[in-house]
């Protein structure tokens, strides 16, 4: 079912299509990156960590052979969107979304370790600018119900020895990223910047750890989204699909 206030929006991969609520948090190019950054190998259990709508979870089971993946939202308007989004695209029997809190998925999950977890929480350290506390959008761009150790702490609990944890956040942070990462037994293994043009500062960095790994990180090549005339890099299209129009 979908809403007269909803929209449904193309994901370009493997015909699936994801609900959408503009008054909400929509996903954009973070999700995309994040799914194409992840990997999951055949076999795997893959947990996504604050999935709002569910579009970094249905882009995964799309590109990965994963054996089940599950969502874990604190907004229930979100997880009711993202469950409708997977009955639509009839992947009940691959993905579960559940409604939580992130601070307490070491409980929710019990019992139960992944091979791969992803996340792409709030941006935004709480006490950075005024913020409506009840916003839907607000809650997606800021460390208002959990803060970066709160993902990151869990992460580490649910992760299995060697399993691997992928993050999409703003480079600022990459101080604390990786303090924390270490602290919960998470060894940075990849980080790749992303740069809105090729002379610009990068706003975004890519992060993936392994639980329990040893010491050793690899910088990846820079990724640049956009030409010098505005239209997207040809990595961005390679990442988006070949069946994306952009």
């Not at 709508?53 to 599950?70: C, P, Q, S």
């Not at 997977?86 to 409604?99: F, M, P, R, T």
């Not at 005024?130 to 800021?142: E, F, L, T």
């Amino acid at each position: 079912m979908i809403y007269e206030h909803e929209r449904l929006d193309e994901l370009h991969r493997n015909g699936y299509k994801l609900i959408q609520d503009p008054n909400r948090f929509c996903f954009g190019i973070d999700a995309v990156l994040l799914s194409d950054f992840a990997t999951a190998n055949e076999g795997e259990d893959v947990l996504d960590m604050g999935c709002g709508n569910g579009a970094v979870t249905i882009l995964l089971e799309a590109k990965t052979k994963a054996a089940h993946l599950y969502g874990l939202e604190i907004q229930k308007e979100n997880c009711d969107l993202a469950r409708r989004s997977v009955a639509l695209n009839e992947l009940s029997d691959k993905i579960d979304i559940c409604c939580g809190d992130i601070c307490e998925a070491k409980e929710i999950f019990s019992g139960k370790r992944f091979d791969v977890i992803v996340t792409n929480p709030p941006y935004m350290a709480k006490g950075c600018g005024i913020v409506n506390p009840k916003d839907a959008k607000a809650i997606a761009r800021h460390e208002i119900l959990c803060s970066l150790e709160d993902v990151i702490s869990q992460a580490g609990c649910l992760l299995r020895e060697k399993g691997r944890f992928y993050m999409i956040h703003r480079p600022y942070r990459i101080a604390s990223i990786i303090s924390l990462m270490r602290e919960y037994e998470i060894e940075p293994k990849r980080m790749r910047l992303v740069y809105p043009y090729e002379k610009s500062e990068a706003n975004l960095v890519l992060m993936e750890g392994s639980k329990g790994g040893g010491e050793e990180m690899k910088v990846m090549p820079p990724l640049v989204v956009y030409n010098e005339d505005g239209t997207y890099s040809k990595e961005i299209h390679e990442i988006y699909g070949e069946d994306w129009p952009g």
